[in-house]
């Protein structure tokens, strides 16, 4: 059994990702190291969203173990049980209730006018689902169902995140204060590409390293990657600032970065020993995480147990939440009948 380490009280950070498998360097980046580094300033509640993955998702075959391979990323990658709450959204159902009473709160005008909800329909015309439409309520339902305070976003997600700030306003002011407002914390979140350099990396491009690739693994997908297209010849001399390879470079070869742009403006170094540099580089920036995910993996039944414990702590909060809403909405509630 996982002991939850007393803590003094300190702000609650909630954030919520779907279940995507093996995590690849733009989740490493653009996410998971920032979990990490927040648990040693915040309660930290991590959910795997379950739940919203099926608003986008028909085939549910491989749902179970890219929720097991997504947490084994996560925990050999840093994350801590011991400090943070790692838990699937769906074995906590008070996250449904919720929902629901959030959607009697929630005018249909705010959620139609959602930008992603416009994409989504653009992009999946033959799956307009209920879900669809009520992702920003789930998404207020699963922050402040364990009274988050603060939420990591990317720029790009403060809209998202003001719309559950006015579903609890309005709730709020409806019913009394239950909720606190929660605020988005801007972290510097990397937007890595793909190895085609045109779309963001990601498993459904095809374009990823996965964190936990083998060295073998990772030079053969580095040198699949597509670079400055002026250099056609060893000669030509190149771009560094356009090219993802470089880009990646940066976070992986910091010391050298300097380096590699004078060589490559100069075409005094090709694209296949920059992509070697970069290979080896990568391999031994995640050497440790594949030795650490390699042990924890040897542990049979780990990750269940982490997950069972997550749960029950997420549990507790959330009926104690949930409790309070339906008080607070004047409910006949069930121990009222005793
Ligand atoms: S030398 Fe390196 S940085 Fe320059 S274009 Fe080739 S891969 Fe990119």
């Given amino acids: 059994m996982l002991n939850f380490a007393t803590k003094k009280m300190r702000k609650r950070v909630f954030s919520g990702a779907r279940p995507t498998g093996r995590q690849h360097i733009g989740n490493y980046l653009g996410a998971v190291r920032n979990y990490v580094a927040l648990q040693d300033e915040y309660d930290c509640v991590y959910c795997i969203v379950d739940i919203h993955a099926l608003t986008t998702l028909e085939d549910t075959e491989s749902l179970r173990e890219d929720t097991h391979e997504m947490v084994l990323d996560w925990l050999a990658a840093g994350i801590d049980p011991q400090k943070s709450i790692v838990f699937v959204q769906s074995h906590v159902p008070q996250v449904t209730e919720l929902h629901t009473l959030f959607s009697m709160v929630t005018p249909l005008s705010w959620l139609l006018r959602v930008p992603t909800f416009k994409e989504k329909v653009k992009m999946q015309p033959e799956n307009v689902n209920y879900g669809l439409v009520g992702y920003p309520v789930l998404m207020t339902a699963d922050i402040t169902l364990y009274k988050g305070e603060v939420v990591p976003v990317g720029e790009d997600q403060l809209p998202h995140l003001e719309l559950a700030r006015e579903i609890?306003?309005?709730?709020?002011?409806?019913?009394?204060?239950?909720?606190?407002?929660?605020?988005?914390?801007?972290?510097?979140?990397?937007?890595?590409?793909?190895?085609?350099?045109?779309?963001?990396?990601?498993?459904?491009?095809?374009?990823?390293?996965?964190?936990?690739?083998?060295?073998?693994?990772?030079?053969?997908?580095?040198?699949?990657?597509?670079?400055?297209?002026?250099?056609?010849?060893?000669?030509?001399?190149?771009?560094?600032?356009?090219?993802?390879?470089?880009?990646?470079?940066?976070?992986?070869?910091?010391?050298?970065?300097?380096?590699?742009?004078?060589?490559?403006?100069?075409?005094?170094?090709?694209?296949?020993?920059?992509?070697?540099?970069?290979?080896?580089?990568?391999?031994?920036?995640?050497?440790r995480f594949r030795e650490r995910?390699?042990?924890?993996?040897?542990?049979?039944?780990?990750?269940?147990?982490?997950?069972?414990?997550?749960?029950?702590?997420?549990?507790?909060?959330?009926?104690?939440?949930?409790?309070?809403?339906?008080?607070?909405?004047?409910?006949?509630?069930?121990?009222d009948l005793r």
């Fill in 168 to 287: 609890v306003r309005r709730f709020n002011s409806l019913f009394g204060v239950v909720f606190p407002e929660p605020q988005g914390k801007l972290a510097n979140l990397p937007l890595v590409l793909g190895l085609d350099g045109v779309q963001k990396m990601s498993k459904s491009y095809d374009n990823q390293i996965e964190i936990s690739a083998s060295p073998e693994e990772i030079s053969k997908r580095v040198m699949t990657a597509v670079t400055d297209p002026a250099r056609k010849y060893r000669s030509d001399p190149g771009h560094p600032e356009i090219c993802n390879v470089f880009c990646l470079h940066s976070f992986f070869t910091p010391a050298r970065v300097e380096e590699i742009a004078v060589e490559c403006r100069g075409a005094g170094i090709g694209c296949v020993d920059c992509k070697k540099i970069l290979s080896e580089s990568m391999s031994s920036n995640l050497k």
């Fill in 293 to 335: 995910r390699a042990s924890l993996a040897s542990k049979p039944g780990y990750v269940n147990e982490v997950l069972a414990d997550g749960a029950n702590r997420a549990e507790a909060i959330a009926e104690e939440t949930i409790r309070e809403v339906r008080s607070n909405m004047r409910l006949l509630q069930r121990s």
